[in-house]
């Protein structure tokens, strides 16, 4: 009893009753990561915004966070006061580049001390002073942004990876590991709060004012630097309301947005706020020490009964008190789901799961592609600029979507995927199977059977590309097929020196497209990079990809329990033509 009693003492975090779900992003003196031009399938890098273009850019996260919550922006022209809060119940202050006035931090204390909810983001090393200014509103709180920048201990300095613990804050209990990009630290102070996230390992240095633009140092262990568990996202009370500050504004780029745990960490922030404190500003301490108080009585009886001398009793008492924590642990967990679920969405929208349980190619990694230009970081990426969401999903999981995306199959599925994976179909849902002749030990042909398409192990197709009986363009850019896999069974949708290397299968109410010319969507043939402006032939490359996908998901009904969203959720390039399919009826596995 007094090791379920301490569990709870020390790890119950109530989520609170639910708000009305107004959240507010404040564009007001922040020229980093905006939220209101479109990610879409024209606008790259130029012209500049603050960064890199459309990659530092937080319009997806705004998008999808829409889709759940009522979302509203405070425009620079608007000051922050309290008639403009008085319209949300979240407000979010991300990246600013410019300090905010004393009226304008004195309405955001008192927006907090009457119930609101606070979202700080901010970055490494004060860089564009973010944290000088983010200070401004927090000191007053108790803690503060460090101006530092935390490596890791281990192999690589850039190696920064989080696995929620089993006692986890309800803000990350249904989030995935997640990798860091390069984040601050965060000096607790005074403050009463929690570690929402304290990670271990790490290593902190300064900024570098004199070399760097970003202020980004050279990982290297110095006489100055911190080393140990640093805290990066810090939760607390206010007044009435809550509190978080997170330390990374990368991982919520769009260049970063799927990658597992992103998203997810950002909607566990959101929900978190969007609530309210249950038993007051002191309730929780009050009910912690209450709780502690009986814990410590309950020891001390048991203690007190089996008798300070007896041999057996010490370590039958600490197992029982271990059990008793680890029953109170997982209970309390329990709790903490169920007062405060994954959030049901308020509009529509479309959600395309990239399969990692089967896929094997190589994705991008914090904002940068890895596998030496024969990944698919840029085509993982390039899906939101369809108007879609894009999430890394394993095992059955991936099917919550509708539409699943694999790229470089090789690992074999089990029964139970191939079961689901044909009900999915089936039910109005969509694979696109994305394989190239590199991937020598390719398990695409599991995925394919069950619906009477295959890519037969032989001779690299190549060629120049021409459309097949179905095909999202009537006329393919000119591009020439060097490592391409031959397709067998379906419609051609696309061939390659007059070879087969794309074709759709039915199945249902859904479809089935495998695509053995993935080679062009590599790394290398998509730019390497969004940190610059595409060249025009690698432009209509990502024109052709885009409409290879628009014509994908055209082909299933539903795809899951998402409801597809309206045309209008995707923004057209007008350079691009409707999918065209001739008069050739699709043949209908058996």
């Given at each position: 009893a007094?090791?379920?009693?301490?569990?709870?003492?020390l790890?119950?975090?109530?989520?609170?009753?639910?708000?009305d779900?107004?959240?507010?992003?404040?564009?007001?003196?922040?020229?980093w990561e905006?939220?209101?031009?479109?990610?879409?399938?024209r606008?790259?890098?130029?012209?500049?915004?603050?960064e890199?273009g459309s990659?530092?850019?937080?319009?997806?996260?705004?998008?999808?966070?829409?889709?759940?919550?009522?979302?509203?922006?405070l425009?620079?022209?608007?000051?922050?006061?309290?008639?403009?809060?008085?319209?949300?119940?979240?407000?979010?202050?991300?990246?600013?580049?410019e300090?905010?006035?004393?009226?304008?931090?004195?309405?955001?204390h008192?927006?907090?001390?009457?119930g609101?909810?606070?979202?700080?983001?901010?970055d490494?090393?004060?860089?564009?002073?973010?944290?000088?200014?983010?200070?401004?509103?927090?000191?007053?709180m108790?803690?503060?942004?460090?101006?530092?920048?935390?490596?890791s201990?281990?192999e690589?300095a850039?190696?920064q990876r989080?696995?929620?613990?089993?006692?986890?804050?309800?803000?990350?209990?249904?989030?995935?590991?997640?990798?860091?990009?390069?984040?601050?630290?965060?000096?607790?102070?005074?403050?009463?709060?929690?570690?929402v996230?304290?990670?271990?390992?790490?290593?902190?240095?300064?900024?570098?004012?004199?070399h760097s633009?970003?202020?980004?140092?050279?990982?290297?262990h110095?006489?100055?630097?911190?080393?140990?568990?640093?805290?990066?996202?810090?939760?607390?009370?206010?007044?009435?309301?809550?509190?978080?500050?997170?330390?990374d504004?990368?991982?919520?780029?769009?260049?970063c947005?799927p990658?597992?745990g992103?998203?997810?960490?950002?909607f566990?922030?959101?929900?978190?706020?969007?609530?309210?404190?249950?038993?007051?500003?002191?309730?929780?301490w009050?009910?912690?020490?209450?709780v502690?108080l009986?814990a410590?009585?309950?020891?001390?009886?048991?203690?007190?009964l089996a008798?300070?001398?007896?041999?057996?009793?010490?370590p039958?008492?600490?197992?029982?008190?271990i059990?008793?924590w680890?029953?109170g642990?997982?209970?309390?967990?329990a709790?903490?789901?169920?007062?405060?679920?994954?959030?049901?969405?308020r509009?529509?929208?479309?959600?395309?799961?990239?399969?990692?349980?089967?896929?094997?190619?190589?994705?991008?990694?914090?904002p940068?592609?890895?596998?030496?230009?024969?990944?698919?970081?840029?085509?993982?990426?390039?899906?939101?600029?369809?108007?879609?969401?894009?999430?890394?999903r394993?095992?059955?999981?991936v099917?919550d979507s509708?539409i699943?995306?694999?790229?470089h199959?090789?690992?074999a599925?089990?029964?139970?995927y191939?079961?689901?994976?044909?009900?999915f179909v089936?039910?109005?849902?969509?694979?696109?199977?994305?394989?190239?002749?590199?991937?020598?030990?390719?398990t695409?042909?599991?995925?394919?059977?069950p619906?009477r398409?295959?890519?037969?192990?032989?001779a690299?197709?190549?060629?120049?590309?021409?459309?097949?009986?179905?095909?999202?363009?009537?006329?393919?850019p000119?591009?020439?097929l060097?490592?391409?896999r031959?397709?067998?069974?379906?419609t051609?949708?696309?061939?390659?020196?007059?070879?087969?290397v794309?074709?759709?299968?039915?199945?249902?109410?859904g479809?089935v497209l495998?695509?053995?010319?993935?080679?062009?969507?590599?790394?290398?043939?998509?730019?390497?990079t969004?940190?610059?402006?595409?060249?025009r032939?690698?432009?209509?490359?990502?024109?052709?990809?885009?409409?290879?996908?628009?014509?994908?998901?055209?082909l299933?009904?539903?795809?899951?329990?998402?409801?597809?969203?309206?045309?209008?959720?995707?923004?057209?390039?007008?350079?691009?033509?409707p999918p065209?399919?001739r008069?050739?009826?699709?043949e209908e596995?058996?």
């Amino acid at each position: 009893a007094a090791g379920f009693a301490a569990a709870w003492a020390l790890h119950y975090a109530p989520p609170g009753p639910r708000k009305d779900g107004r959240v507010m992003f404040v564009e007001r003196k922040s020229q980093w990561e905006p939220t209101d031009r479109p990610y879409d399938t024209r606008w790259y890098v130029e012209p500049r915004v603050f960064e890199e273009g459309s990659g530092y850019n937080y319009y997806v996260i705004y998008d999808w966070l829409s889709r759940y919550y009522e979302t509203s922006r405070l425009m620079p022209e608007q000051k922050i006061d309290r008639a403009a809060l008085s319209q949300c119940d979240v407000l979010v202050i991300k990246t600013p580049t410019e300090r905010y006035t004393p009226d304008e931090i004195a309405a955001v204390h008192e927006f907090v001390r009457s119930g609101g909810g606070l979202l700080l983001i901010g970055d490494h090393t004060n860089y564009a002073r973010s944290g000088t200014i983010i200070n401004d509103i927090v000191r007053p709180m108790g803690f503060v942004y460090r101006p530092d920048l935390l490596f890791s201990l281990g192999e690589s300095a850039y190696e920064q990876r989080y696995a929620p613990p089993w006692a986890a804050h309800p803000i990350v209990q249904h989030m995935p590991p997640m990798d860091f990009a390069v984040s601050c630290s965060i000096d607790p102070g005074r403050s009463l709060g929690r570690a929402v996230i304290r990670s271990g390992g790490l290593f902190n240095m300064g900024p570098d004012h004199y070399h760097s633009d970003n202020f980004h140092p050279v990982p290297q262990h110095v006489p100055e630097m911190r080393y140990g568990a640093f805290v990066q996202v810090w939760t607390t009370t206010f007044g009435l309301g809550r509190v978080t500050a997170f330390t990374d504004s990368t991982i919520f780029s769009n260049f970063c947005l799927p990658q597992e745990g992103k998203a997810d960490i950002m909607f566990g922030m959101i929900e978190w706020l969007n609530r309210s404190e249950p038993w007051g500003p002191w309730g929780r301490w009050s009910f912690r020490l209450g709780v502690l108080l009986a814990a410590a009585g309950l020891a001390g009886g048991a203690i007190a009964l089996a008798g300070l001398r007896a041999g057996l009793a010490r370590p039958l008492l600490l197992a029982a008190a271990i059990s008793g924590w680890a029953v109170g642990v997982e209970s309390l967990a329990a709790a903490q789901r169920a007062g405060m679920p994954r959030p049901e969405p308020r509009r529509s929208f479309t959600l395309a799961a990239v399969d990692r349980g089967i896929g094997e190619a190589a994705l991008s990694k914090g904002p940068y592609t890895t596998g030496e230009g024969r990944g698919f970081g840029l085509a993982e990426q390039w899906i939101q600029r369809l108007g879609w969401f894009v999430a890394r999903r394993h095992g059955l999981d991936v099917f919550d979507s509708n539409i699943v995306i694999v790229f470089h199959p090789g690992r074999a599925p089990d029964d139970a995927y191939i079961e689901r994976l044909r009900q999915f179909v089936s039910e109005g849902g969509v694979v696109v199977v994305i394989d190239s002749a590199d991937n020598t030990d390719s398990t695409a042909n599991s995925l394919l059977w069950p619906f009477r398409l295959s890519m037969p192990s032989a001779a690299a197709q190549t060629g120049e590309l021409t459309p097949g009986e179905a095909s999202p363009l009537p006329v393919w850019p000119a591009d020439r097929l060097e490592q391409g896999r031959r397709v067998e069974g379906g419609t051609v949708v696309l061939r390659a020196g007059g070879q087969p290397v794309a074709a759709l299968a039915r199945h249902g109410r859904g479809a089935v497209l495998a695509v053995g010319c993935g080679e062009l969507f590599q790394d290398a043939r998509m730019g390497e990079t969004w940190m610059e402006e595409p060249a025009r032939e690698v432009r209509a490359r990502f024109d052709a990809y885009f409409a290879l996908l628009r014509f994908a998901l055209a082909l299933g009904s539903s795809g899951g329990p998402t409801p597809l969203a309206p045309p209008s959720d995707a923004p057209l390039d007008e350079r691009e033509h409707p999918p065209m399919v001739r008069e050739q009826p699709l043949e209908e596995p058996r």
